[in-house]
């Protein structure tokens, strides 16, 4: 079973930053397309960021000139850093490795922007 490692989450004012990070074994980083999903209490699990194996991004409307994602190919790693957070950016945040043959996650980091 693929395990990719999630860390940065923590506790933040509105208007901080955070930076998530996510570690996965190289062979399936390199094969993969990372993306950042979240979910709110009481809401549905929502695409936040990704960033594909060819180099392309997407954002969520809502996170878009906030957040960036960027990956460490050298690390088999993946970041979101997150600025100018707000309160409604509270949630559990997933990284997810997916490819044609495989569609791995992580256990989940939570992000608490309160004050």
């Known amino acids: 079973q693929v395990q990719l490692v999630e860390s940065g989450g923590g506790l933040v004012q509105p208007g901080g930053s955070l930076r998530l990070s996510c570690a996965a074994p190289g062979r399936i980083f390199s094969a993969s397309d990372m993306y950042w999903y979240r979910r709110a209490p009481g809401k549905q699990r929502e695409l936040v960021a990704g960033f594909t194996s060819f180099g392309t991004t997407r954002y969520a409307a809502s996170v878009k000139g906030r957040f960036t994602i960027s990956r460490d190919n050298a690390k088999n790693t993946v970041y979101l850093q997150m600025s100018n957070l707000k309160v409604e950016d509270t949630a559990v945040y997933y990284c997810?490795?997916?490819?044609?043959?495989?569609?791995?996650w992580g256990q989940g980091t939570q992000v608490t922007v309160s004050s």
């Open positions: 997810n490795a997916w490819s044609p043959s495989q569609d791995a």
